[in-house]
């Protein structure tokens, strides 16, 4: 069966408008994920709500699997980033945890240096999570209220995030006024380096950067 995405896309717009998707990443990790072929062609590396949600395509994609592996060396061969949100937080499928045969979703947040499980797989990720919890699934909340201190910023750009100036495990701080934009990729690296062999997979709950 066909999935339309109905309402991801009634929720979520294009930002800039009229953007083109790119080659999508067939990456063999995402054939039991129903829905991603259809969301991929639709969608891969679009950005959408101002940079709130950003979609990964053939480049972009691989890319972020680096970084997260960099980071997060246990997850090599587990997992494979399809989108990222605003925080520089990657989700991905994890080929380890599945659903009715589908693998259910992680979620890998340098800033913290832990990777949350996500109950849900691709599909109802898309069209019940982020709609329904967007502040649990990517911290809608947290990013307007940042958009307002920085309009100037917005949209995101695909290579940009958002996070702390100074890492939280040097004891920097994610308060609103702590955070600055910065390179995607020089995040991950920083953010990551910081929290080796502190790092932890935790439970189910994603809201904004809380251990849980």
């Not at 480049?59 to 989108?83: D, K, N, Q, W």
């Not at 979620?107 to 109950?119: H, I, K, N, S």
């Not at 380096?193 to 932890?200: H, L, P, S, V």
Request: one cysteine or more; proline letters at 6%.
């Amino acid at each position: 069966m066909r999935i339309n995405f109905g309402r991801f896309s009634a929720a979520y717009g294009l930002t800039p408008a009229g953007q083109q998707p790119g080659a999508a990443w067939r990456d063999e990790r995402f054939l039991a994920a129903k829905g991603y072929a259809e969301f991929a062609a639709r969608f891969a590396g679009c950005t959408f709500n101002n940079g709130l949600y950003r979609v990964h395509d053939a480049t972009s994609g691989p890319r972020a699997y680096a970084m997260i592996v960099h980071a997060f060396p246990e997850l090599a061969g587990r997992i494979c980033p399809f989108a990222f949100d605003w925080y520089g937080r990657q989700l991905a499928v994890d080929a380890q945890r599945s659903q009715d045969g589908e693998p259910l979703l992680l979620l890998a947040c340098a800033t913290t240096g832990a990777a949350y499980q996500v109950p849900h797989p691709f599909a109802a990720f898309h069209d019940e999570m982020l709609v329904d919890a967007p502040d649990e699934a990517v911290a809608r909340k947290f990013f307007l209220a940042w958009a307002r201190a920085n309009r100037w910023s917005l949209p995101l750009k695909p290579d940009q995030c958002v996070g702390p100036r100074l890492p939280l495990s040097l004891g920097g701080s994610d308060d609103n006024g702590s955070l600055e934009l910065s390179d995607l990729e020089v995040h991950w690296l920083l953010h990551g380096q910081t929290w080796r062999g502190t790092r932890r997979l935790v439970g189910a709950r994603i809201t904004k950067t809380t251990i849980v």
